[in-house]
Nanobody
Framework: QLQLEESGGGLVQSGGSLRLSCATS????????VGWFHQAPGKEREGVSC???????TFYADSVKGRFTISRDNTNTVYLQMNDLKPEDTGIYYC????????????????????????????WGQGTQVTVSS
């Protein structure tokens, strides 16, 4: 399992943008599926976007399609560009990695995993807070 660290969160007005980063000290993140998960206040953690390590394919939740873009530099960082932010995007954003031996998992399947199931086959960062004011 990797140690992941998120950064880039903050306070932004509705309609604004933020870019989140998920990094590890080891230059191997390119071998792992990586996903971004959102936990709104009082709600469960849900997958918003995931990216494959094998072919770069991506998945986006309906709520963020057209506004968020996930990308990776294939060394040690995965990004989530968030545009046109809305108050409902407020919450903690976590990145997670999926062990290389689970590479047959699709990005959509990874984003649909429960936090408990993903913890069994991967690891989580500590999260970064995003607050969108109306």
């Amino acid at each position: 399992q990797l140690q992941l660290e998120e950064s880039g969160g903050g306070l932004v007005q509705s309609g604004g943008s933020l870019r989140l980063s998920c990094a590890t000290s080891k230059f191997v993140l390119g071998y792992y599926h990586v996903g971004w998960f959102h936990q709104a206040p009082g709600k469960e953690r849900e997958g918003v976007s995931c990216i494959s390590s094998t072919d770069g394919s991506t998945f986006y939740a309906d709520s963020v399609k057209g506004r968020f873009t996930i990308s990776r530099d294939n060394t040690n960082t995965v990004y989530l560009q968030m545009n046109d932010l809305k108050p409902e995007d407020t919450g903690i954003y976590y990145c997670a990695e999926l062990a290389p031996w689970k590479r047959s998992t699709t990005p959509q399947e990874m984003c649909s995993m429960s936090p408990e199931d993903l913890s069994d086959v991967g690891s989580w960062g500590q999260g970064t807070q995003v607050t969108v004011s109306s």
